[in-house]
């Protein structure tokens, strides 16, 4: 996390792959920012601690003050960030040829071109394709990052 002068600890980007890191590396526990402990806390087999301030650190390392693991259960995140439904195919009128390359790419995954003159629907495509793609599992997250 980045340390504030006031000793507070605030919320970085990047703490998933940190995470998978240091579990990588045999860490058992990681300190996080409190803002990213429940992102951090997708990795299994690893405690990840949330802190708000150095104190609370400094209170762990010394036995004073016993910070508890975050808990997060994968598929509910997971879930909760699938089904992106808002843009969908069926919203393109026209552009057939367009749309089952589109499929075509997506499902064999395989890079996508699309050219045009502006106004063609180019966009509007790319941005319906989360729509018509499976929800990834876990280990392919961590592969993509």
Same mark, same amino acid.
């Given at each position: 996390?980045?340390?504030?002068?006031?000793?507070?600890?605030?919320?970085?980007?990047?703490?998933?792959?940190?995470?998978?890191?240091?579990?990588? #590396? @045999?860490?058992?526990?990681?300190?996080?920012?409190?803002?990213? %402990?429940?992102? &951090?806390?997708?990795?299994?087999? +690893?405690?990840?601690?949330?802190?708000?301030?150095?104190?609370?650190?400094?209170?762990?390392?010394?036995?004073?003050?016993?910070?508890?693991?975050?808990?997060?259960?994968?598929?509910?995140?997971?879930?909760?960030?699938?089904?992106?439904?808002?843009?969908?195919?069926?919203?393109? #009128? @026209?552009?057939?040829?367009?749309?089952?390359?589109?499929?075509? %790419?997506?499902? &064999?995954?395989?890079?996508?071109? +699309?050219?045009?003159?502006?106004?063609?629907?180019?966009?509007?495509?790319?941005?319906?394709?989360?729509?018509?793609?499976?929800?990834?599992?876990?280990?392919?997250?961590?592969?993509?990052?």
């Amino acid at each position: 996390g980045e340390l504030g002068l006031d000793g507070r600890v605030t919320a970085i980007s990047g703490v998933l792959p940190i995470c998978i890191a240091a579990k990588d #590396a @045999g860490f058992e526990r990681v300190i996080v920012p409190e803002d990213n %402990a429940m992102e &951090g806390a997708v990795v299994k087999g +690893i405690d990840v601690l949330g802190v708000a301030h150095v104190l609370d650190v400094i209170e762990y390392m010394l036995g004073v003050k016993e910070i508890e693991p975050t808990e997060c259960i994968l598929e509910e995140v997971l879930k909760e960030s699938s089904g992106n439904t808002e843009n969908d195919f069926s919203d393109i #009128a @026209g552009q057939s040829a367009a749309k089952r390359a589109a499929e075509i %790419a997506v499902s &064999g995954q395989h890079n996508l071109i +699309i050219t045009g003159p502006p106004g063609s629907g180019k966009t509007m495509i790319a941005k319906r394709l989360p729509g018509i793609m499976p929800d990834m599992t876990f280990e392919e997250i961590k592969q993509s990052l």
